[in-house]
């Protein structure tokens, strides 16, 4: 089956650093990614759609010069989270949607903190 | 916009009991349905879909339906064990856009 992988799976990194956050098709290639935000205890809320060779759309209240998305081909989308703070502490997940479909997979996700 | 509401819970139920998780949708065309079940400190694992009305899916035990007339898609399982202790999130997605997910029901199933 269609697999989605995620890197780092955890990171802690300390407040005004930056941290990217990589999500890959391993076996299909993938011109749209959306990545989802979970804190703890809640549910998912979607915070941006990611186009292969385009600028990603976010969704209203997330700070697009904080979270950086990158999709420069077609089986691999980066997030960066840039000077973090304690309140980005949260379950990042992607999913991507398989080319030429409307399958989507979801990626394991990652788990940061900030300390 | 797309909406799913869900009972939140918490759900708490003896072993063998019989599962009901309510879930309904508002969507402005014709969505795929989802359940998704998160273990503690896990990603999202598929559990079962569907993709049309009157659709049922089906997995380990667990079952829904899609009813467009109730706009509705109700989780259920016969007999529930300790080991489906998680949280069942219910979600939807349009001709493949991004999912939208409702609030999640944490599941505790007691020996």
């Known amino acids: 089956g269609a697999v989605v992988s995620q890197h780092p799976s955890w990171v802690i990194c300390k407040s005004g650093t930056s941290v990217k956050i990589e999500c890959r098709s391993l076996?299909?290639?993938?011109?749209?990614m959306f990545w989802y935000r979970q804190f703890p205890k809640q549910s998912l809320m979607l915070m941006a759609t990611?186009?292969?060779?385009?600028?990603?759309?976010?969704e209203q209240g997330v700070e697009k010069d904080k979270f950086l998305i990158n999709h420069a081909s077609l089986t691999l989308s980066t997030l960066t989270v840039t000077s973090a703070h304690p309140e980005d502490s949260s379950f990042y997940i992607c999913?991507?949607?398989?080319?030429?479909?409307?399958?989507?997979?979801f990626g394991p996700g990652t788990r940061l903190t900030v300390t | 916009g797309n909406s799913v509401t869900q009972m939140e819970g918490p759900v708490t139920l003896s072993e063998e009991a019989f599962l009901t998780i309510n879930c309904t949708y508002t969507?402005?065309?014709?969505?795929?349905l989802f359940w998704y079940v998160q273990y503690p400190g896990e990603g999202l694992q598929l559990l079962l879909k569907?993709?049309?009305?009157?659709d049922k899916g089906s997995n380990k035990g667990f079952e829904a339906t899609y009813r467009k007339e109730t706009t509705s898609f109700h989780l259920e399982k016969g007999s529930v064990q300790v080991s489906d202790s998680a949280v069942y999130f219910c979600?939807?997605?349009?001709?493949?856009?991004?999912?939208?997910f409702g609030p999640g029901t944490r599941l505790s199933v007691l020996p």
């Open positions: 999913s991507a949607r398989v080319i030429g479909s409307y399958e989507q997979y």
């Open positions: 569907a993709t049309k009305a009157d």
């Open positions: 969507a402005t065309g014709y969505p795929s």
């Open positions: 076996d299909f290639q993938a011109t749209t």
């Open positions: 979600a939807l997605s349009e001709l493949g856009q991004n999912f939208v």
């Open positions: 990611s186009n292969e060779g385009s600028k990603a759309t976010y």
